[in-house]
């Protein structure tokens, strides 16, 4: 594991955190329904679970590899289309620059 990619403190973690877009606005309503559907077979506190701990997270690296283990978990291959739709939306939110319109 890399400790350099955590801060010191948590006020360090938090100011991190705060340059951040909160994931679930930039989930529209349809992709949700989508990725509850799609991706979560339906479990609402699953897909909402997920989405707690990635915005917890202060790296694309490691919202990456959790998004990798929810897929494996889930037999959803990661290519796939709400697949990849939900990694770029994660992605998105470490690299809005990259971001699609």
């Known amino acids: 594991m890399h400790t350099d990619i955590y801060p010191a403190n948590n006020e360090s973690t938090n100011e991190l955190l705060s340059?951040?877009?909160d994931i679930n606005q930039l989930i529209t309503i349809k992709e949700k329904t989508n990725f509850i559907t799609n991706i979560f077979?339906?479990?609402?506190?699953?897909?909402?679970r997920t989405i707690n701990k990635l915005?917890?997270?202060n790296s694309w690296e490691l919202s990456h590899n959790m998004l990798s283990q929810v897929f494996s978990e889930r037999n959803?291959?990661?290519f796939s289309k709400h697949a990849r739709m939900l990694?770029?939306?994660?992605f998105s939110r470490y690299y809005p620059a990259y971001s699609m319109p």
């Open 87 to 90: 990694s770029t939306i994660v």
């Open 76 to 78: 959803i291959y990661e």
């Open 19 to 21: 340059q951040f877009v």
């Open 55 to 57: 915005n917890s997270m």
């Open 41 to 48: 077979y339906g479990n609402f506190e699953d897909y909402q």
